[in-house]
């Protein structure tokens, strides 16, 4: 595996899970209503569940890329045409609301219980997969590691960025309320969003075999 796309690869994870969605809003919210440790904790649970995904892709595309190139350009279109919708979404996203005003008593949940919810939250959510198709690809090469390890490699390492990015954003969750409050904070994000998925669109369709 390249160093220069392996950088790439992290700087653009790095943009896609700071960049405000249903997960680390979700964090945010727990942090702020519940304590930073549930934040933190779904945190974990969250980012484990990329492995599964991860495993998944990575046994599919693996086949995939070594055994057809016809399929696998089918493969690689079909990715750049879902970034593409993606950066359409995009350009229509609304500022999430964040609810502090949860008064409930907070109850003690187990570290595992935490752990568990944002794992199941992960799993269960289809997109992430079909997000990773389309995303891992292009940052591999078919010379060196074999792809299998190479796309599970990205995988843990998106997995880390994500749990450092959430972690923090648990953390100083206090102080990104007011960030979450202004219209300016929400256009910026939203066209940066579109220019990293864009890009990566343009990454995988020139991307070579």
Known sequence: MELTLLMSFMLASATLAIMPGPDNIYVLTESITKGKRNGVLISVGLCSGVLIHTLAAATGLSLVIQSSDVVFSIIKYLGAA???????????????????????????????????TGFVMNVL????????????????????????????????????????????????????????????????????????LVGLTLMLLFSGR
């Open 82 to 116: 879902y970034l593409l919708y993606l950066a359409y979404q995009a350009y229509f996203d609304q500022p999430i609301a964040v609810d502090t005003s949860d008064q409930t008593p907070i109850s003690v949940l187990s570290n595992f219980h935490l752990i568990k």
């Open 125 to 196: 959510n289809p997109k992430v997969t079909l997000f990773f198709v389309a995303f891992l690809p292009q940052f591999i090469t078919t010379d060196g590691w074999s792809v299998a390890i190479q796309l599970i490699l990205l995988g843990v390492v998106f997995m880390i960025i994500s749990l450092l990015i959430f972690s923090g954003v648990a953390l100083l969750a206090g102080s990104l309320t007011s960030y979450l409050r202004s219209p300016r904070f929400w256009i910026y994000t939203k066209w940066i969003k579109i220019v990293v």
